[in-house]
């Protein structure tokens, strides 16, 4: 049986006595892109900032090549290979684009392939390296959200987390980011976990994907099969009644293959 690269099992996280996820599962596989899909307040970014370190979980397990990592330090967590690009891109608004993507590699030694994914991360984002000299703040939305994905990328990691890529962008941008991170899976050969609203451009770019709701899982299967589900197209897509989108919860977790 493969073992998965990242596994979550039965996990719950809390805000002081709030119960923001509960029993929690999901698994990502080597190589797969794995999308986590829900409306706001769902537990998505609580997801990764359980994964990586970010947040303690008070019960479950965060496994990685099956060895329990649930309630490290965030820094111990990327030094195993995990990369966080966290929801509002968050780059560094008084260093440059370049320094930005330095700052990703800070735990990297082996100079010369820090050179080469430098040159990666420009190839993938060629406005990067145009404005590799001006500072982060003066970027738009859009480039920022590349910049902090190069900079993630620019760790190295085995395991890259992507908290709401699409967030703020426009429709075109949205297209790129997207198209990018799918570049980067089937290229590079990159792991990626995303969380999204943007269901229709998440599921396009992933194998496989899970729907959160209320702090928990209520879906998953694969992305072409999810693509297809009355539920997914009527509450994330917008295919029927416009006026009942999000009103409706799931009894019970549904899974397709």
């Known amino acids: 049986m493969t073992v998965p690269l990242l596994e979550l099992r039965n996990i719950e996280t809390f805000y002081g006595p ?85 700052m990703g590699a800070f735990n990297r030694a082996d100079k010369d392939a820090v050179a080469k994914d430098l040159e990666t991360v420009y190839d993938y984002f060629p406005v990067l390296r145009k404005l590799s000299g001006k500072l982060a703040v003066y970027l738009s939305g859009g480039q920022q959200q590349m910049l902090a994905i190069g900079r993630g990328y620019m760790a190295k990691p085995r395991l ?24 980067l899976n089937q290229e590079q050969g990159l792991t990626i976990l995303l969380v999204e609203q943007n269901a229709n451009a998440a599921l396009r770019a992933s194998q496989r994907g899970y729907v959160m709701e209320v702090g928990g899982m209520v879906m998953d299967g694969d992305s072409d099969v999810l693509l297809q589900s009355d539920d997914i197209r009527e509450f994330y897509l917008g295919k029927k009644d416009e006026g009942v989108r999000g009103r409706r919860r799931w009894k019970k977790r549904k899974t397709w293959r």
């Open 160 to 183: 890259l987390l992507l908290d709401e890529p699409s967030l703020g962008l426009s429709p075109a941008l949205v297209g790129e980011i997207f198209a990018i991170i799918q570049k």
């Open 18 to 102: 709030i119960m923001a996820i509960r029993g929690v599962s999901l698994k990502v596989l080597e190589g797969e892109v794995v999308t986590v899909l829900g409306a706001n307040g769902a537990g998505k970014t609580t997801l990764l900032k359980t994964a990586s370190g970010a947040l303690d979980s008070r019960k479950g397990q965060v496994l990685l090549d099956g060895n329990e990592i649930q309630n490290r330090d965030p820094d111990w967590v990327a030094r195993q290979g995990i990369a966080h690009v966290p929801e509002g891109r968050e780059v560094f608004p008084l260093l440059s684009v370049a320094d930005n993507l330095a």
